[in-house]
């Protein structure tokens, strides 16, 4: 039997052999590659980001044990307690149309002009379109971009970032939301407890025409049946008006106390949402990441150089 002269695979010696062999490819690529993707980032333009913390109004009483409530909180569930007042609606209602809209439509000083002019954010973000309806749409997906949301879902804090080429416009972009948020709540809020008590208000005119209805019939009956003691029937009678009375009384009495709680309510259900920290113009741009971006060159630099060395070496044995 014939003996093998040779082996063809390469060791892990063999590999490592090589790619000593290549050592300033290996170590000039990823500092090539790092040098580079650093310089790119001078020439991108710096984007800021202002933050603001804030925390809204707690949810209705919960049934469930303090212990439970907490728990479940702790997974991002509200169980229990009204879900247009936690953390989580607050955080989406500040990425919705409607507040992006009404921001986009608002004016702030214009970062570029030096006499401080103001300017409608829309034109600012220069977006366009076919028309103003189109541009609206334009500029609420862009803004959208820029607009970014967070939630402590074992605190409840919510934090606001904004980003933008402007950092006076990324604060004041910030707290303007945080302050149509408030008004949306405050609006919403208010607007529920105005319609219940209307509500209850109708139910209040019914309940009285029903109960002077009742009281009628039995003051009529009263008075065509002065001896109604002495007639079971009559008694009988008189005794089902009178129930009816009782219950129509009762309605009435209750509707009233409603009301006089929903007119409270219509003054206090006023939602309140802290700020903790308000928006400030940052000083440094949150992107590009100059760090980030070199050490990603130099991966991306360590991995092109094994490969090229890898590959200069097969070239080099593939030779005659």
Known sequence: ????????EMTLLDLLGML???????????????IITVAITFLMRPTYTASTTFVPEAGAGSSLPSGLAGLAGQFGLS?????????????????????????????????????????RLLELLRVTGRNSLDSLYNGVRALTNQVGTRVDVQTGVVRLSVSSRFPGLAAAVA??????LSDFNTHTRQSQARERRLFVQQRISEAEGELQSVEGTLRAFYERNRTWQQSPQLFFEEGRLRRQVEIRQEVYLTLRREFETAR??????????????????????????RAVMGALGLLLGSILGVFAALWIEYLDRARP
Request: no cysteine; charged share 25%.
């Open 1 to 8: 039997m014939t003996e093998p002269v040779g082996r063809s």
């Open 20 to 34: 000593r062999r290549r050592w300033q490819m290996l170590l000039g690529l990823p500092v090539v590659f790092a």
């Open 79 to 119: 169980l229990g307690a009204d879900a247009s007042r936690s953390p989580r609606f607050y955080a989406d209602v500040l990425k919705s149309r409607e507040l992006l809209e009404r921001v986009l439509q608002t004016r702030f000083t214009d970062p570029r002009s030096a006499h401080g002019d103001s300017v």
């Open 175 to 180: 707290n303007k939301l945080v302050v149509y």
């Open 264 to 289: 409270i309510e219509e003054v206090n259900d006023t939602p309140v949402i802290t700020v903790i920290d308000a928006a400030g113009v940052p000083q440094r741009p949150s992107r590009p990441r």
